[in-house]
């Protein structure tokens, strides 16, 4: 007879993710559309456009129900995804730290 035993190995949680993690990219005065629920589509010369979740919610900022309307200018520190969250952004995008924001 033969016993095999299995294990699971609890993976380690990337603790330098989220708003509160390290910056790895810092976008400068691009054009955004507020898309809602405080994520932005931001024009991006690499990828085309990338979508980041603002850290920071403001229920003042104008939905663009157009996806050829950029309604602001936005900086700021994206951060890191945390893996395992029920909703995360396609990426590549992440939570953003806004620096600066300017509606058009």
């Known amino acids: 007879m ?3 035993a299995f294990s699971c ?3 380690k949680v990337d603790e330098d ?3 509160n993690g ?3 990219r810092t976008l400068e005065n691009l054009q955004a559309r507020y898309t809602g629920n405080g994520t932005f589509a931001v024009a991006d010369s690499i990828d085309g456009y990338i ?3 603002a850290c920071d919610m403001d229920n003042a900022l104008e939905v663009s129900n157009d996806d050829k309307t950029w309604n602001y200018i936005i900086s700021g520190n994206v951060k890191k995804r945390c893996l395992g969250l029920d909703l ?3 990426a590549p995008g992440g939570p953003i730290q806004i620096t600066y924001i300017k509606k058009k």
């Open 2 to 4: 033969s016993i095999s």
């Open 22 to 24: 390290q910056t790895y």
């Open 9 to 11: 190995k609890k993976e």
């Open 17 to 19: 993710c989220g708003c």
């Open 88 to 90: 995360e952004l396609p």
């Open 51 to 53: 979508y980041v979740s």
